[in-house]
């Protein structure tokens, strides 16, 4: 058995866990993998900021359920990283970051740049750990993959002593890792079935990881044989085709009140996949807790979330995936009683999702804008955004029609669209990727174009500028009507930006200039920004802050 430095045996345990694509801001405490990956074949992307290349490896773990593997320097590189690992826990999403780490015998003398990796992440990782010995590096890492994706999927962090990777060991390679599956019981698919038989008005809400393209196909099947209606969690989209006629919206910032209501009306709900934290369950009014009011069945990987906040009448310890597949066996009642109230709420999510109706103060209006790329993108586009109310114009209006084409923190992150983008374009080059942000969210990492620009991703960037934060200043307005304080922007020209770093940079000001402007940026085949300036009252699709503050006003009088 020939010997290895510790980076060349950590880049070969990648490649055996079937690895092919790392992003990273190079550090001088992991030059001994930076040299590995030199005759590795591994793509690498150079990012331009640690949390850029966090969200992008993060993206990945979305987008293909396996872990997203980042490098990032210690101490100010990991935390820079940081934001990355906060999204890919709250968002249950398979990532691993290897850290550089100072040398071992510099440890506790506040060497530069140290950490003490396990207690500064050790809350927001599912593992934080540091290997000391080279010959161990098959074994953490393999161990690393297994609890990245296991029950839950999150991150994982792990620290490299600079002088452990340089370190030469003789040891045998791990074997490929598999995500361990867990599947309902016989017995449980037995009860579900009498207690959707026994079911008045059902619907099903799918959310969390752990799907595929094929455990949603089967779900699908599933909702047309009971005729059941399915509405999706925050920002999990992608989970069901918003063009079948079984889904009925997602619950998220903004809801649609009648989709609220009838969750509330429901006597059974089959809760697949997701937690039902705060923001889908509209700040934990729908159900009670401990007890919902409702029979509740949850289905969830994860044993620990199973009665964590809702006492379900059917706890089932399975995966999404292997869940779709036992519903196979499943057998409607002979006489659904419940297909009008699918047809209601269906009704009620088309109406909610027509922008044609929608005016709003301005030139610009993004309701048409989004009318417009309903009709132009194509079914497998990928959709990328961080946080901020112009986000509700692509949940509201966007129908996602097929899986793996959302990219969205549901830790409300901001700054993650371009990179996310990013991360989706090199994965996927021959599909379209757009990246939906706000002013104040493109600048947290708009750096990352440049990334875009160095490895020629032609991603569309769609900048909706109100000169604001405008999720604070409408909370603002609610609670301090008119007293404006630190949520004012000046913006720069983010077309001339976009042809600063070498890429194609459109300026709309006007509803009718934006076709034309979307048209020539894909037609540049380089990456875009298209500026769009509307005015700052459009604070969502049916409010403005005039409205917002004149209410508030009034309360308090």
């Known amino acids: 058995m020939n010997a290895r430095t510790g980076g060349q045996i950590l880049v070969d345990q990648l490649l055996v866990h079937g690895v092919r694509h790392v992003f990273c801001v ?28 966090a969200m992008m490896a993060e993206a990945h773990g ?34 691993i970051v290897f850290v550089g780490q100072i040398e071992r015998g510099m440890r506790e003398r506040e060497a530069f ?11 927001m990782a599912k593992w934080v750990t540091e290997i000391d010995d080279a010959a161990r590096i098959p074994e953490i890492v393999a161990r690393a993959f297994r609890v990245a994706t296991a029950g839950r999927p999150g ?39 009498k207690l959707l038989w026994a079911a008045k008005a059902p619907l099903a809400i799918l959310g969390g990881t752990r799907w595929s393209e094929k455990a949603v196909e089967r779900f699908v099947r599933f909702a047309e044989r009971f005729d059941l209606p399915v509405a999706v969690s925050f ?13 009925i919206g997602d619950i998220g910032f903004g809801a649609n009140p009648a989709l609220v209501a009838r969750i509330k009306a429901a006597d059974t709900v089959l809760l697949v996949g997701g937690r039902l934290s705060e923001v889908p369950s509209q700040s934990y009014s729908l159900f009670g807790i401990p007890e919902p009011g409702c029979t509740l069945v949850h289905v969830h990987p994860d044993s620990g979330e199973l009665g964590r906040v809702y006492r379900p009448a059917l706890a089932i310890n399975a995966s999404p995936s292997a869940f779709s597949a036992a519903l196979e066996g499943l057998q409607p009642p002979k006489a659904i009683g419940w297909g009008g109230n699918r047809e209601e709420a269906r009704a009620a999510y088309l109406a909610w999702s027509d922008p044609a109706p929608v005016r709003t103060p301005g030139t610009l209006q993004m309701g048409e804008v989004m009318a417009y790329l309903e009709e132009k993108l194509p079914a497998d586009a990928i959709m990328c955004n961080g946080a ?35 991360g989706a374009k090199r994965l996927h080059p021959e599909r379209t990727v757009v990246a939906f942000a706000g002013d104040g969210c493109f600048l947290m990492n708009g750096q990352e174009f440049a990334t875009a620009v160095q490895y020629d991703l032609p991603i569309v960037v769609i900048v909706v500028d109100n000169g604001i934060y405008g999720t604070i200043r409408m909370h603002q307005e609610r609670e301090y009507p008119g007293r404006v ?48 300036l509307i005015d ?13 503050r004149e209410k508030a006003l009034k309360a308090k009088q």
């Open 536 to 548: 700052p009252e459009v604070i969502t699709p049916a409010t403005t802050l005039s409205a917002i």
């Open 485 to 532: 304080s630190g949520t004012m922007l000046k913006n720069p020209d983010f077309a001339a930006y976009a042809r600063a770093f070498g890429g194609h940079g459109e300026r709309v000001e006007r509803t009718e200039e934006f076709a034309p402007a979307f048209e020539r940026a894909l037609a540049s085949g380089k990456p875009a920004i298209i500026h769009c």
């Open 388 to 422: 901020g109310n112009y986000a509700i114009w692509l949940h509201r209006f966007h129908r996602f029609r097929r899986f793996g084409t959302q990219l969205a923190p549901t830790s409300g992150s901001m700054g993650y669209g371009v990179p996310a983008a990013v």
């Open 113 to 123: 740049q140290e950490l003490d990796y396990r207690a500064v992440f050790g809350s």
């Open 62 to 95: 979305k987008l293909t359920g396996r872990p997203g593997i980042c490098f990032v320097t210690r101490g100010p590189g990991v935390t820079n990283a940081s934001p990355g690992i906060h999204i890919a826990k709250q968002d249950s999403t398979p990532l």
């Open 26 to 53: 190079p550090g001088e405490s992991y030059l001994a993998v930076l040299d590995a990956l030199h005759d590795a074949s591994i793509d690498i992307t150079v990012c331009r900021q640690e949390g850029g290349a």
């Open 235 to 247: 920002r999990r989209q992608m989970l069901f085709p918003a063009d079948h006629p079984n889904y």
């Open 155 to 193: 991150p994982v962090v792990i620290a490299l002593p600079e002088d452990m990777l340089v370190e030469t060991a003789a040891v045998a390679d791990a074997l490929p890792y598999e995500p361990v599956e867990t599947h309902p019981a016989l017995a449980q698919m037995a009860e579900l079935q």
